[in-house]
């Protein structure tokens, strides 16, 4: 796997030079750990096991470079399997657009199986499809389609990777996917409601076949710590981490989430020009962030912090979080450095930011504000196995029939269809 990822930008580059066929895995804008390994494990398996080897087969991921750094349970994982960030190739570039113009491109998607609009001259060019959603449209006869109700992507690719040819799949090719669906499935725990037999007999699997893979309690704990870990990244990263923004005819609110708490928050240095400067290079007239953080249980507290330089606005904005009845916030006023941050401690800790953009919309008022909330274009939002949105991610393992997955595992390794969950 390493040195296929650190030979695909010269692959590129050759394969456009001399005007070959270029096949493109690629995941969904969201680019999650799901969607970077997924694209990664399954070019590596389609490079080493299609008959068609004029092709250069090239993960992308699919956001722009500037941005991977807000993905750090995918940075985490990557560089604990030796695979450099600079041997990656991003949708910033590639000319996805003038390959299939010049009708070099072949397009195999995962963990998505419809391009956004922008993208949809892409959809001709498209050939395969591995996705845990239910099909939101048909595809062409000629276009092999896998969509399977599982709790994670990479599973699919698993079961792809063990009915292919023997010793294909190498250890850290074996990890990434392991950590993955491990990640995905909220540490195969049945009460998250992620996890399916599948993806248990595919864990069982890559854990069969490298045994000197860590256990799965560490590999969890550790991808679930690196994912809230934003010590690395700047204010505005953190604050685009995790990013939505509300609008009114008037004006726009961001509702950032942010892993930290608020005090740690508020003390960074230079904290106040930063947020001055991420809400006007963006045209936000405020900025609402709710700090999540956990203690040695998992238990999530919740604080929130109000800033605006328009008085208003802010108080508008201050009271209705204090008088919000569904839900109650059960606010306290916690002592704020500037005039112009107003802050709190959440008493209710279960009322998640989702539960809160609704009191948000109704504060700003008008038509605009009535609808859905406006996602940033990069990053989406935090995907749903996540504590933001309340999910129990320190259940234990599920128990499980030994017999069942042993059944299933035999079936994978021998090419045979798994049977349907029950």
Known sequence: MERFVEGNR?????????????HVVMGNEACDLDSTVSALAMAYFLAKTSPAAKAAFIPVLNIPRADFALRTETTFLLREQGIPAASLVFRDEIDLGGLHHAGLLSLTLVDHHVLPGADAALEEAVVEVLDHRPLERDRAAGCRVTAEPVGS??????????QGPPGVLDRPTAALLHGTILLDCVNLSPSAGKVTPRDVACVSLLEARFPELPARDAVFEALQAAKFDVSGLTTEQMLRKDLKVLSSDELLLAVSAIYVDLETFLRRPGMLQDLEAFCQARGYAGLVAMAISFNERNEPSRQLAVYSRHEPLRSAVCRAL??????SLHLQPLASPWACVGAYAQGNALASRKKVLPVLRAALGGPGAAGAPEDEVAPPPTPMNSLVEECPLAQAVPPLCPHDVLERV??????QPPAPPE
């Open 10 to 22: 010269a692959a590129l580059q050759e394969h456009v030079r001399r005007h070959q066929e270029i």
């Open 153 to 162: 992507c990479a599973t699919l690719v698993t079961e792809r990777i063990a």
């Open 322 to 327: 204090e008088e919000a009845t569904a839900p």
């Open 410 to 415: 035999s079936r994978i390794a021998t090419g």
